[in-house]
């Protein structure tokens, strides 16, 4: 469980974004970002999606982190994308967006 605090923070860290912030857009108190931060307090499915949503993050790698889903390769790409901070968070969330529609297009493919 610290490992995902660890990654949320690093997460908020790299996009500059303070704890209040965040907290705010997943609609979640300060003090309980706090805790899942510092791996006291483990967060259902639904904050995991708000948190996601708030750090434009796949909810699926924080789902990852969180011992909720297997892992899973193609997310090995869009964490890479949510870690570069080269990127600002609307060309991160369009990148993963074109990213997502060519796998998908992929996948229909070979149907």
């Known amino acids: 469980m610290s490992d995902l605090g ?3 923070r690093l997460q908020r860290e790299r996009s ?6 965040l ?4 609609g979640i108190s300060n003090p309980y970002l706090s805790q899942i931060e ?3 307090r483990k967060p259902s499915g639904e904050i995991l999606k708000a948190i996601a949503r708030a ?3 796949p909810v699926e790698t924080l789902y990852e982190r969180a011992g909720l889903l297997e892992p899973q390769e193609t997310l090995a790409v869009e964490v890479a994308i949510t870690a570069d901070p080269a990127l600002n968070e609307q060309q991160k969330k369009a990148l993963i967006d074109v990213y997502k529609s060519f796998v998908s297009a992929n996948d229909k ?3």
């Open 6 to 8: 660890e990654f949320i």
């Open 55 to 57: 750090l434009y993050v």
């Open 16 to 21: 500059a974004i303070s704890l209040r912030k």
């Open 38 to 40: 510092r791996g006291l």
């Open 109 to 111: 493919e070979e149907r």
């Open 23 to 26: 907290a705010e857009r997943a």
